[in-house]
């Protein structure tokens, strides 16, 4: 499938220089960067350096004035083909928890958390969203804002913030915390509070980190709040638009998830392809068996697919004028309709190309087995498929009362 004229020259020209940056940086050290963070650090420290983390915030603050979704795709698909953790939470650092702040034109917090990932150091963000207490509720949209535990109260000029939650990523080493609560559980969407949260903030603590069997590159940590004090400026807009706000980021968060599905599969492809091409059995390399073709073009065919409906997701972030705003209902399932498709897809190809390697698919000395573990997030993270699932319900089929 040709999907080619949705990018411009720039953006051809960014794939090439982060293609090459994963093959250089990135592919030759998997295996280790699984194990020490500090090289982890030093991958990030030299997408800092290319001006990647800088290239979501706004110029006034010393960044490049916001990546186009297609642009962010196509840096995060790259990535994912080396370390889905790297291509994780590089965009998360690059500018997408500053967006809600953008969009609410609310100059309190640009000017107080933008700065340091301007600096030219590695500097994280986070988005702190899942409760400890039914993670999945906290975004379940069905339940309009209902199933969020973590309260804020205004207090004069201040939100004081307790609850706590449960995994999110970047946990303990980040520079912001964007915090979702609510004012009112009973106030629907209007309840939904997204509040900027300092790393430094008196009351604010963090669990180790947890020790997980994929994107082991990403620390987890459950983070706690407890009668937490920030600026009532701190919070992105107020009633309403919050709510729209946390909709549009978790339309965000799912063509993400896409994304890193795609770049995962496509990695496991080449593996699979390469490893077939040379591997003899019958007398003949393995993929030359009609009955190894025949999976080898089901990966192909799910690959192509799945970058179809991640380019054109893509596409329809960057024309909000054709295809309208991210929180709008329609838009939430379509995003959720990839996600699902994507996650589902990549599980499933990677798993029948593991067969077509034998045990090498297993073998820590191969690269195809960090494919098997990490995909399987894809379908786990952001409420899992069955709250993606009512998120398409809810676009399509109009359940939006169904709470
Ligand atoms: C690598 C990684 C990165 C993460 N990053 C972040 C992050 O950046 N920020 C953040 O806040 N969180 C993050 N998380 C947390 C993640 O988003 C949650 O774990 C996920 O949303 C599921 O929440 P839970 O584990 O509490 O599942 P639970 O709420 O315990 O749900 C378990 C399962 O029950 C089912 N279920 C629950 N409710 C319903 C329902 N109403 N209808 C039908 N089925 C239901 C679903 O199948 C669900 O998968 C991350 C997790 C991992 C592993």
Redesign the pocket.
């Known amino acids: 499938m040709n999907l080619e004229h949705l990018l411009t020259e720039e953006e051809r020209q960014i794939r090439e220089t982060v293609r090459d940056f994963t093959k250089k940086e990135i592919t030759p050290i998997t295996k280790e960067l699984d194990s020490d963070y500090q090289l982890v650090e030093k991958v990030h420290q030299k997408l800092v350096d290319i001006k990647i983390q800088s290239g979501g915030y706004p110029v006034e603050y010393g960044g490049g004035g916001g990546l186009s979704h297609m642009t962010q795709c196509i840096i995060c698909e790259e990535l994912a083909k080396g370390d889905a953790g790297i291509s994780q939470v590089i965009l ?1 650092n690059a500018g997408m928890m500053v967006q809600p702040a953008i969009m609410a034109k609310n100059k309190v917090v640009l000017d107080r958390f933008c700065p340091p990932f301007c600096s030219g150091k590695l500097a994280y963000a ?5 409760d400890e207490a ?4 906290t ?2 949209p ?1 339940l309009h804002g209902a199933g969020i535990k973590t309260t804020a109260r205004l207090e004069g000029d201040e939100w004081v913030i307790n609850g706590a ?6 946990g303990g080493i980040a520079d912001l915390y964007l915090t979702v609560c609510t004012t009112d559980p009973n106030a629907g969407d209007e309840g939904i509070a997204l509040i900027y949260v300092p790393p430094d903030a008196k009351g604010l603590s963090f669990s180790k980190p947890e020790k ?1 069997m ?2 082991k590159t ?1 620390v ?1 940590s459950s983070i706690y709040y407890e009668d937490v004090r920030v600026p009532k400026e701190y919070r992105a807009a107020g009633p309403g638009m919050d709510g729209n706000f946390f909709k549009a980021a978790t339309a965000d968060a799912q063509w993400h998830s896409s994304v890193i599905a795609l770049g995962i599969a496509e990695r496991a492809f080449e593996i699979v392809l390469d490893y077939t091409g040379t591997r003899m059995g019958g007398f003949k390399p393995v993929r030359q068996h009609s009955i190894a073709a025949g999976i080898i073009a089901d990966m192909a065919i799910g690959i192509e697919m799945m970058k179809a409906g991640v380019y054109n997701l893509s596409w329809m972030f960057d024309h909000h004028d054709e295809y309208g705003m991210p929180f709008e209902p329609e838009f939430v399932a379509k995003a959720a309709a990839v996600r699902v498709y994507c996650g589902d897809t990549a599980v499933e190809i990677i798993n029948k190309g593991a067969e077509l390697l034998g045990s090498m698919a297993i073998s820590e000395d191969f690269p195809y087995e960090k494919c098997l573990r990490d995909i399987k ?1 894809t379908q ?5 498929q ?2 993606s699932r ?1 998120r398409v319900a809810c676009g399509h089929y109009e359940l939006k009362n169904w709470a």
């Not at 986070?126 to 899942?130: G, H, K, L, N, R």
């Not at 786990?380 to 899992?384: D, E, F, M, N, T």
């Open positions: 998360i986070c988005i702190s969203m899942t039914g993670g999945c509720d975004e379940n069905l939650k449960s995994w999110p990523t970047n997980k994929l994107f990403v987890n997030e786990l993270w952001l409420g899992g069955q709250i009512y």
